[in-house]
């Protein structure tokens, strides 16, 4: 009998050993699946270079659509159904035009794209440059200094801070609350400083707000190179800014989030996605195209493994991230409406680059159970696990599963602004290991979650 | 007395939290002086952009030798001065021509380069391809099977691999063997897959190696895309290669490594450095040009800082580490005919890429030495601390200084290898910002051995 005894004490403290030497081994098969025979590249490529930009409620947006469902319905997953969500209509319209003018005539034409959102300029508008660093250095100017003016604000990004997301949402006021500010004041238009790390030609949109109630007044973001001209030209006198630009709001459309499933042993779902749409400009290579085809690899991947799921694991192509999030409300409150038991969602949306760990936005112990796999993920290269932000798209979830945790795939960010955004967020400026790297991250972190959440539960 | 006692108790116990508290603002210093007014990204554009690339005994680096000498004046360092090297003098000549033609008269024409090293052609040569995975497949043949024959090596990366200096490691032998071997079999010329992680229509050059008293013939490396097409085409049949490359080898040539220095409050030296040569593709930008102002920013740094070194800190870039490695010889045994002291010598040539932490080739102690400032470093994003390789300039140290630590900056090296020896190392493929936190961790580990090292010496 003690013989047996010592066997069974033996193979009980050694059962969290082979858990994690079982899931070293396992998770050795997603990197090598995702590195020698990954789809996310290619897959990658059409949506960029068959598709193009989609910003929510143009062809490209429906066409991406149909390209998601019919690669889903070819990986021949348990569930592919569309999901229905009312979207925004905004279109930029004709391409910009701006100039910048000083005293002595000199000219310049700018790189300019229109905010997000903005109302047009019904033909050439011109104004006389103001220029403030943020917006509150607009807010301490007087009515009667601002009217009639078009507002520059030029706030760059602080380039001391290592994580370049804290120095965007630093940024982030200028293009988001901007326009409406200097609306209020009286002002023609806004003009800003593109919110991006690199100095280049490249403007960067991105959303406004309005408010109800108070003027709407074009916005647009000018590039960094330009936003340096303009500053210096401001030091040696007054600069008169000329803007067109053509953009149109439209009646809501219906379009879709893109569902596809593995049916796990019992009624639990673990969510991961990334957003189909994208800005009008460049092909939304970083955002997010690498997260759907991420979203789509993993459970490619561990169909392709012969994986059989705990819970149900359900990989949710989010529609209008950019300018509304209607897609991520729409799929928790449908989610509610349903009475799903989500328990956890997991995001990527930072883009295409080196994976280095995972943000948790949960609770202590949620935090530390995603920590104690450190030491398994950092065989992998997959070494920070800290709290932080899960996603946009999953956010909403929150309301309704004040419980769940929710996941974010911690990426690089040293050269995201770089292209955000912008005409330069190409399918050439993806760098094919990484992304690849990036999918058998999110395919890990949905394989650990399934297997360490609930467990007990599971037969 | 006992409230001295209880003071100086705590203050006891507190001296370790209290100096990582100084190393962490001193080091954030750093970083925002390499992130915020660097010069990394400069001076790199000077040496890609007005020098270009600067094989071993061009005219290019013979003035990258003067610009590094220039711009360390420019610093106002304790001393700058050039070490003489004898180096090796190899020229590419004209450039290569290739082509594949199959039994049906289908011709295509390929993108090669000559390996380094290699000798002509003279005129255009010919051959029946004769197809090997790698080396050792190739020995495995009889001398009447390939004599007159073009040998292709075609062994690719594995993907698979995480870090791909591995993937390169494994396909070395087919570059720095192959064309030696297939020379003792009696073939023709010997062309290869290149060594790259990516599949472009880049070649990528490097050394090969011939034997005494053995055949020396052509060796040639071609795209990736191309290996990809003639191993397709020898599915089908046969194959002729037609070839000529005019490269030539010259009388040894005199160069210089240039060396600054701060000077220590004692004898001992802390080496760190980069190559300044670079083969004659592209224009040595990550292979390593990043390297060169890495080292030189960390010098500039710790000068702007006011830092006063313990040990002398000497920045060293090094002539001719691609092919023949003389710079570094040279540096050692110099030291070593003058008693030098060296206690530590790092390395940056991996590239300008994101840096990850240090690879430590140096005793137990060493190593965890190193590995207890992982909390410090993993503040500012350097986590990987690993018994791992120093660097191939700094290598020829250890003969004369068994008993130093050296220290490899680890960098991502998930797209080093789309770059290296090839077309496309050029500076518009450098990221600023990585850039400048390579720089930043190389001034850190500079900063922090001459604090750790040796400590109870210094005054």
Known sequence: MKKYLLVALVTFLSMPLLWAQNDSIFIRKIFDEALERGHAYENLRQLCKDIGARLTGSAEADMAVRWGEGLLKSYGFDKMYLQEVQVPHWERGTKEAAWITDANGNRAKLDVLALG????????????????????????????????????????FDQKLLNTFQAYGACHPIRGEGTKEAGKLGAKAVVIRSLASSTDDYPHTGSLSYEEGSPRIPGAAMSTKNADLLVEWLQKGKVTLSLEMDCRHYPDKISYNVIGEMTGKDEKIISFGGHLDSWDAGEGAHDDGAGVVHSIEALRILKKLGYKPNHTLRAVLFMNEENGNRGGITYAKVASEKKEQHICAIESDRGGFL???????????????VQDLKELLSGFELNRIEPGFGGVDIGPLREYYPDMVQIGLFISSQRYFDFHHSPNDVFENVNKRELELGAAAMTTIVYLMDQSLDKSESP
Chains 1, 2 share one sequence.
């Open 355 to 369: 994976p280095l760990g995972f943000d948790i936005d949960g609770s202590v112990e949620q935090v530390s159970m």
């Open 117 to 156: 959102g903005s109302v047009g300029t019904n033909g050439l508008m011109e104004g006389e440059v103001l220029h403030v660093e943020d917006v509150a250095a607009l807010q301490k100017f007087k009515k009667q200094d601002v009217e009639g003016k078009v507002v520059f604000i030029s706030k760059p």
